[in-house]
Nanobody
Framework: QVQVVESGGGLVQPGGSLRLSCLVS????????MGWFRQAPGKEREGVSC????????YDGVSVKGRFAISRDNTQNMLYLHMNDLKPDDTAIYYC????????????????????WGQGTQVNVTS
């Protein structure tokens, strides 16, 4: 059974930083491209960043480019999202998602292409 568990969300002031983590079990992690998505109240789920299975290719959404960085540790089955210079518009529930081994990462990214999802972790950016 595949399990996807996010952690690291919280309350932060504008300009602050957070690191989100995602632990995946139940599959061969280094075969699977991964992504971070977010959903703010009243809005559709949107892609934040995605990364290839090897970690060599990454793609970021326009709104987070230069501020967020996705990374992975295939030895620990972990995915990360390093978030800097956070803004109130970054407030959302952040989700970690697993794509199938044959998925070709690119942008834009479609949530429908991801098979396994975590429950999400809340990020609130407010002064």
């Amino acid at each position: 059974q595949v399990q996807v568990v996010e952690s690291g969300g919280g309350l932060v002031q504008p300009g602050g930083s957070l690191r989100l983590s995602c632990l995946v079990s139940g599959l061969r992690f280094d075969d699977h491209p991964m992504g971070w998505f977010r959903q703010a109240p009243g809005k559709e789920r949107e892609g934040v960043s995605c990364i290839s299975a090897s970690g060599h290719s990454v793609y970021d959404g326009v709104s987070v480019k230069g501020r967020f960085a996705i990374s992975r540790d295939n030895t620990q089955n972990m995915l990360y999202l390093h978030m800097n210079d956070l803004k109130p518009d970054d407030t959302a529930i952040y989700y970690c998602a697993v794509a199938s081994p044959g998925y070709g990462v690119g942008w834009p990214v479609d949530p429908e292409d991801f098979d396994h999802w975590g429950q999400g972790t809340q990020v609130n950016v407010t002064s």
